[in-house]
């Protein structure tokens, strides 16, 4: 990639479920090219922006704008073809070989489709022969590559998250979302997670937005933080910055 990827940005959006604010005018920009963290306590707002930016929760109010194009209130795969990819905190896969689930990721991109792959055409075999040498790329940038023709299955729980990671990747995103890439990780597997972060940063030059409790994690690997309490963006800045914020603080700490 030559291009930097677009700015997202993220304006005064509101979300309500009956009663509540989920997320209260919440406002902030992801940087071309760099990682934005997201934290806060639990029942903090996180998820639910998430949801909103890969259009799984249409804002009451607000905007979110990929460079010129505005996502608020598409479809979530008309947001995915823009640009957004998103991996979710709990789904891990469990059929096919990392092959195939990286095929099916393909797939969504792929002009001939899968009928005209079923009758062998010429032009959708020469097609399936570079989505498969696109997918073993990408398998190699997040580690996998040995484990290409395995059974998902058979992986290791570090492994298979790292699957659902390079699915997202398949898609071509100038955005990635990640929801608690290391959630249930050992130290080693991590520190691997970490370092695919800033693999695909550097080699694909895409954005990351990361929700992450893991502290140590965003400290190392976000430019920048935004934090949400009670649906409110309390606080931005660098890892540093925020550390040191007494609103950071009282949110974490309470008062
Ligand atoms: P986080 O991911 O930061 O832990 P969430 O975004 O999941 O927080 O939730 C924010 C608030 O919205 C919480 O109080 C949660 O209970 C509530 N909430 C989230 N999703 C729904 C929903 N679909 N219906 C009703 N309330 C919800
Ligand atoms: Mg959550």
């Given at each position: 990639?030559?291009?930097?990827?677009?700015?997202?940005?993220?304006?005064?959006?509101?979300?309500?479920?009956?009663?509540?604010?989920?997320?209260?005018?919440?406002?902030?920009?992801?940087?071309?090219?760099?990682?934005?963290?997201?934290?806060?306590?639990?029942?903090?707002?996180?998820?639910?922006?998430?949801?909103?930016?890969?259009?799984?929760?249409?804002?009451?109010?607000?905007?979110?704008?990929?460079?010129?194009?505005?996502?608020?209130?598409?479809?979530?795969?008309?947001?995915?073809?823009?640009?957004?990819?998103?991996?979710?905190?709990?789904?891990v896969t469990t059929r096919?070989?990392?092959?195939?689930?990286?095929?099916?990721?393909?797939?969504?991109?792929?002009?001939?489709?899968?009928?005209?792959?079923?009758?062998?055409?010429?032009?959708?075999?020469?097609?399936?022969?570079?989505?498969?040498?696109?997918?073993?790329?990408?398998?190699?940038?997040?580690?996998?590559?040995?484990?290409?023709?395995?059974?998902v299955g058979?992986?290791?729980?570090?492994?298979r998250?790292?699957?659902?990671?390079?699915?997202?990747?398949?898609?071509?995103?100038?955005?990635?979302?990640?929801?608690?890439?290391?959630?249930?990780?050992?130290?080693?597997?991590?520190?691997?997670?970490?370092?695919?972060?800033?693999?695909?940063?550097?080699?694909?030059?895409?954005?990351?937005?990361?929700?992450?409790?893991?502290?140590?994690?965003?400290?190392?690997?976000?430019?920048?933080?935004?934090?949400?309490?009670?649906?409110?963006?309390?606080?931005?800045?660098?890892?540093?910055?925020?550390?040191?914020?007494?609103?950071?603080?009282?949110?974490?700490?309470?008062?």
């Open positions: 990639r030559t291009t930097a990827p677009p700015e997202l940005t993220v304006t005064g959006v509101t979300v309500r479920f009956a009663g509540l604010t989920a997320l209260d005018a919440v406002s902030f920009t992801v940087a071309p090219g760099t990682v934005h963290a997201l934290i806060g306590p639990n029942g903090a707002g996180k998820s639910t922006c998430f949801n909103v930016l890969s259009g799984l929760c249409r804002p009451a109010s607000g905007a979110v704008r990929l460079g010129g194009a505005e996502l608020t209130r598409l479809a979530p795969h008309r947001i995915a073809a823009l640009g957004v990819a998103r991996t979710f905190q709990n789904i096919g070989t990392v092959a195939d689930n990286l095929m099916l990721g393909r797939h969504a991109l792929s002009r001939a489709g899968f009928a005209a792959s079923a009758l062998r055409l010429p032009r959708a075999r020469r097609e399936q022969r570079a989505h498969l040498d696109r997918a073993r790329e990408i398998a190699r940038l997040v580690g996998l590559e040995a484990h290409f023709d395995s059974p058979l992986l290791s729980y570090g492994d998250k790292r699957v659902e990671f390079a699915r997202a990747l398949c898609l071509e995103p100038r955005v990635l979302l990640l929801d608690e890439p290391v959630a249930g990780m050992n130290a080693a597997e991590r520190a691997a997670t970490a370092r695919v972060v800033d693999t695909v940063r550097a080699e694909l030059g895409l954005s990351v937005v990361l929700v992450e409790h893991d502290m140590g994690l965003v400290m190392r690997i976000a430019d920048e933080v935004t934090v949400l309490d009670f649906g409110r963006a309390v606080a931005h800045g660098t890892p540093d910055e925020v550390r040191r914020d007494p609103e950071v603080l009282r949110a974490y700490l309470g008062t």
